[in-house]
């Protein structure tokens, strides 16, 4: 399995980003796929993930009102839509997925298969 992040960047606070990440290497088929972050000093926390099968997505509180999770899966992508972004947004953002559909209603970082993780920097 290979996923590519990308689409991360410097964004004043009220701003919007959108992440994407390519998945390959399987049809992720009943996968869990999510997104993470991970800000200096800190532990790597669930931000958004959605059921690749099923569509059913789930949110950390700090996400909820203002990201989006979504998937094409004719094109194997996943996104995340970012709305009203704040500078404690700013991170590494990484794209998860794992075999077992079921892991991302866990919301830790327990998922089997990572992306490089992209740049999201939000100024004050």
């Known amino acids: 399995v290979q996923l590519v992040e990308s689409g991360g960047g410097l964004v004043q606070a009220g701003g919007s980003l959108r992440l994407s990440c390519g998945a390959s290497?399987?049809?992720?088929?009943?996968?869990?796929m999510g997104w993470f972050r991970q800000a200096p000093g800190k532990k790597r926390e669930f931000v958004a993930g959605?059921?690749?099968?099923?569509?059913?997505?789930y949110y950390a509180d700090s996400a909820k009102g203002r990201f989006t999770i979504s998937r094409d899966i004719a094109n194997y992508t996943l996104f995340l839509q970012m709305n009203h972004l704040k500078p404690e947004d700013t991170a590494v953002y990484y794209c998860?997925?794992?075999?077992?559909?079921?892991?991302?209603?866990?919301?830790?970082?327990?998922?089997?298969?990572w992306g490089q993780g992209t740049q999201v920097t939000v100024s004050s």
């Open positions: 998860a997925a794992d075999p077992l559909e079921e892991v991302v209603a866990i919301r830790d970082p327990i998922f089997d298969y």
């Open positions: 959605i059921t690749w099968t099923g569509g059913n997505t």
């Open positions: 290497g399987r049809t992720f088929s009943h996968y869990a």
